[in-house]
């Protein structure tokens, strides 16, 4: 009896005393679990697949944190122009913002170097990997610094080559580019400017009305579904393949730095992770996604592709080597950054083309060919 009394006086003890614990540690529980939300904006139109992309990165987010943090996503315009995000994300009217570093441009030629141009050779996954651990993420900081960015920049998302551009009729030869107003941007305007085009820099979303009132006579953005969402199908029919301007770019995820520096470790740890889950997701979805959309444009919207020559390809190099020489000569971080990409390629480069092997073959083995005789 006397074991029974003293066992029931303990468990009630120990009930009190968790009642105790929980109500003492409630306070805390319940700070823990309130919510940051930061108010982001892409400077990509709603219907954009890139706006997705955006959209994924912050579902990443929201998911991992658990709430605590959570990301809201606007298309461009909703703010702020699209070519103004890194000011408004810089200044604090935005908490952080989803793009590309090109459309920096105007800030520092040299922020253009990670999006235009061939890259040495390099794809943008390798241009990404120059970013990460051949010191381009270092150089970034030091360019933001320059301009008076106040920003935390996450550069992510290999995007495939670019195509040359929508045009009115096929491009054969260098001299068709002379005189056509064209769009485009970054390093890329001086490359075309230089080949003959009239260029006008515009963001994505106001391409399709330019090109229907006659403002432009073609142009280029990114891939084939960008491009069939965005409607460059309803303006143009011909769409040339391959190009040097923009072979190896990459997405930007950027923060106001003191809001991000503001936030404790442990989320800035989850940030870290979901750009690169987000970038991984994004480089498969694209598969996926341009492969079929390049197959629809042709069979449903009537879309020709051609490969870009091979003349127009060489012409671009000479060219945009003769824009990086002038532009190196005048800004001493971007030679140093064109100087640290092209050591990079060196090495990378020669060994991806000696390395991996060419697929064009097993393709045609198993696409283009006879059908493969079927073993009894």
Same mark, same amino acid.
């Not at 990460?132 to 998302?157: F, P």
């Not at 432009?216 to 965005?230: G, H, I, P, Q, T």
């Not at 050591?343 to 092997?357: I, Q």
């Given at each position: ?65 658990? $709430? ?15 070519? $103004? ?15 590309v570093v090109v459309y920096h441009y105007g800030k520092n030629a040299a922020l253009a170097l990670w999006g235009s141009g061939p890259a040495f050779g390099m794809d943008a996954n390798m241009l ?142 989850? /940030? ?64 140093? /950054? ?39």
């Amino acid at each position: 009896m006397a074991q029974t009394v003293i066992r029931r006086k303990f468990l009630v003890g120990a009930a009190a005393s968790s009642a105790g614990a929980a109500t003492l540690g409630f306070p805390m529980i319940a700070r823990s679990q309130g919510t940051t939300t930061f108010r982001f904006q892409s400077t990509w139109p709603a219907k954009d697949i890139f706006h997705e992309y955006a959209n994924d990165f912050a579902k990443k987010v929201n998911d991992m944190t658990g $709430g605590e943090l959570r990301i809201e996503v606007l298309p461009a315009g909703a703010v702020v122009p699209a070519f $103004g995000l890194l000011d408004a994300v810089s200044k604090g009217t935005l908490d952080g913002g989803h793009g590309v570093v090109v459309y920096h441009y105007g800030k520092n030629a040299a922020l253009a170097l990670w999006g235009s141009g061939p890259a040495f050779g390099m794809d943008a996954n390798m241009l990404l990997s120059w970013h990460k651990y051949g010191g381009g993420k270092e150089l970034l900081e030091r360019l933001y610094r320059a301009v008076g960015a106040n920003v935390q920049s996450y550069v992510y998302g290999p995007m495939p080559t670019q195509p040359l551009g929508w045009f009115k009729k096929p491009i054969t030869r260098a001299e068709d580019l002379k005189g056509l107003k064209f769009r485009t941007v970054g390093i890329s305007i001086d490359v075309f400017t230089a080949m003959g085009a009239a260029v006008n820099a515009l963001p994505g979303g106001e391409i399709i009305p330019a090109m229907d009132r006659g403002l432009l006579d073609a142009a280029e953005f990114n891939n084939a579904s960008s491009d069939r969402l965005l409607g460059f199908a309803d303006v143009s029919k011909v769409c040339m393949l391959q190009s040097f301007h923009q072979n190896a770019e990459q997405f930007e995820i950027l923060f106001n730095r003191d809001k991000y520096n503001a936030l404790p470790e442990k989320l800035r740890a989850v /940030i870290d992770n979901a750009v690169e889950a987000a970038s991984a997701d994004m480089s498969w979805k694209a598969v996926d996604r341009y492969s079929r959309d390049y197959g629809e444009l042709q069979t449903k919207l009537g879309v020709r592709f051609f490969k870009t020559p091979d003349a127009i390809l060489k012409q671009q190099l000479v060219v945009y080597d003769q824009v990086v020489a002038k532009k190196s000569a005048e800004n001493a971080l971007f030679k140093e /950054i064109v100087d640290s990409q092209r050591a990079f390629a060196a090495r990378t480069v020669r060994w991806d083309l000696d390395t991996n092997v060419g697929r064009r073959m097993a393709y045609d083995h198993y696409f283009a060919g006879p059908a493969p005789a079927t073993k009894s």
